[in-house]
């Protein structure tokens, strides 16, 4: 099931020009800053949780990163861009008459949450541990407010964006990062500032 779910990624990163993935980045970038710093969850997160619980489960001895190889890196490239072409942005207010509603789309609409969230249940589904998939929240020049989603390897923190296909390290986005979800517990936000 999970490997017909990457073939059909895969034929659709094909449709949309079967560029081949980037290669895998030489050098390390370090993780994201991690102040432990608890801060409330965004809005809309605690809602999503409730009606995905198992989204939202802490893993106990779950491990903090994930080895960066080029098969993973292969994944990430494709998940990231498969996702960007599925889903058609449209803001939670004009989707469902409130601002604020995280979810994982079914109608192929969604904003940046969305996105990332569905980045997140998908590389779940291939096998990646929960504990190594955050959702952050940064602000940004040019869109305020944003959503991405976070993967914690080896060789640093890597961040899956709708905004752009390419994958970069935390630290190359030019986003202030202002809050990601914690490491051992994904119901526990920490502040990054």
Not at 1 to 6: D, Q, S
Not at 155 to 180: H, R
């Amino acid at each position: 099931m999970v490997a017909k779910g990457w073939i059909i990624l895969w034929a659709a990163a094909c449709l949309s020009g079967c560029s081949t993935a980037p290669p895998l980045p030489k050098l390390a970038f370090g993780p994201l800053p991690d102040n432990a710093v608890p801060t409330d969850a965004p809005d809309g997160f605690a809602s999503f949780c409730t009606r995905f619980p198992r989204q939202c489960r802490a893993q106990t001895s779950a491990p903090s990163t994930v080895p960066l190889t080029d098969s993973l890196w292969r994944r990430l490239y494709y998940v990231n861009r498969g996702i960007n072409k599925a889903i058609k942005p449209e803001t939670d207010l004009a989707h469902y008459g409130r601002s604020e509603y995280w979810t994982i789309p079914a109608d192929g609409f969604g904003d940046c949450e969305d996105y990332a969230l569905t980045k997140r249940r998908d590389l779940m589904r291939a096998g990646l541990p929960e504990s190594v998939l955050r959702i952050a929240v940064v602000d940004t020049a040019k869109y305020g407010r944003h959503a991405v989603l976070t993967v914690s390897t080896d060789e640093g923190d890597f961040v899956l964006d709708n905004l752009t296909n390419e994958i970069l390290p935390w630290n190359a986005t030019g986003y202030v990062w202002v809050s990601a979800q914690s490491h051992a517990d994904p119901m526990r936000w920490d502040a990054l500032r």
